[in-house]
């Protein structure tokens, strides 16, 4: 899988948007670009995906570059339930021999002040 | 919750002995994974399984085995467990394997090898 770049944490305060950086230079043409988060003491949980338009959710928006080596994932309106580690993955369009599995990174951890 | 449970939730074991954890679906979900999360290493995957009794090394797949006899349940079992199998394990499921598929995870199973 190809690497993605996130920094190691952000911080932000209540009701303010967040962007959550992510670097994927090598991206291939058939990797999606998967965003995963983690709450405290829970498993990590989707959040949004895309691959090469900009998506919206009920949780948050995913903003691609044109060039694709790079996304953004963009909570509107940050409360401190969204204090969590967020993962941006990158997955195989095809699948293949990978059969879907993720490699997760470190990932950046969103802290969220009142 | 999305009908995935990890069993037991807790556990503390001596070294040497054996352990099975269990993960049981209600999504008839083709494919289950199983990764163990660490300080500074972040998920990584164990093994995963593509299909009742097909099964597959992950990045981290020694000193651990996996089987499925049946499409809801996926067990991963510790032989002889040392104390650097002290983690935090996830068990995850999707539908598809390809790079749009999405995954969800348990709540997670600590063990404790003493």
């Known amino acids: 899988d190809a690497k993605t770049t996130q920094p190691n944490s952000m911080e932000s305060n209540e009701e303010e948007p967040v962007h959550l950086p992510c670097n994927h230079s090598t991206i291939s043409g058939t990797d999606y670009i998967h965003w995963y988060r983690q709450l405290p003491s829970q498993g990590p949980e989707y959040v949004i995906h895309g691959l090469t338009s900009n998506v919206n959710n009920r949780m948050a928006s995913l903003a691609i570059a044109e060039d694709r080596k790079s996304s953004t994932l963009i909570l509107h309106r940050a409360t401190l339930r969204d204090a969590a580690v967020y993962y941006c993955?990158?997955?195989?369009?095809?699948?293949?021999?990978?059969?879907?599995?993720?490699?997760f990174g470190q990932g950046t951890i969103l802290t969220v002040h009142p | 919750d999305a009908g995935i449970t990890q069993s037991p939730r807790h556990k503390v074991t001596e070294t040497g002995t054996p352990v099975t954890l269990r993960c049981h679906q209600t999504?008839?979900?083709?494919?289950m994974y199983w990764y163990r999360q660490d300080p500074g290493h972040g998920l990584r995957l164990i093994h995963y399984s593509y299909g009742v009794k097909d099964t597959d090394k992950g990045e981290v797949s020694d000193g651990y085995s996996v089987s499925r006899s049946k499409t809801e349940d996926f067990l991963l079992t510790l032989e002889s467990a040392t104390s650097s199998q002290t983690s935090v394990y996830f068990c995850?499921?999707?539908?598809?394997?390809?790079?749009?598929?999405?995954?969800?995870f348990g709540a997670g199973s600590r063990l404790t090898v003493l």
């Open positions: 999504e008839n979900h083709r494919y």
């Open positions: 995850a499921i999707s539908s598809r394997g390809s790079g749009a598929n999405v995954l969800t």
């Open positions: 993955i990158l997955r195989d369009l095809a699948g293949g021999t990978s059969y879907g599995k993720l490699t």
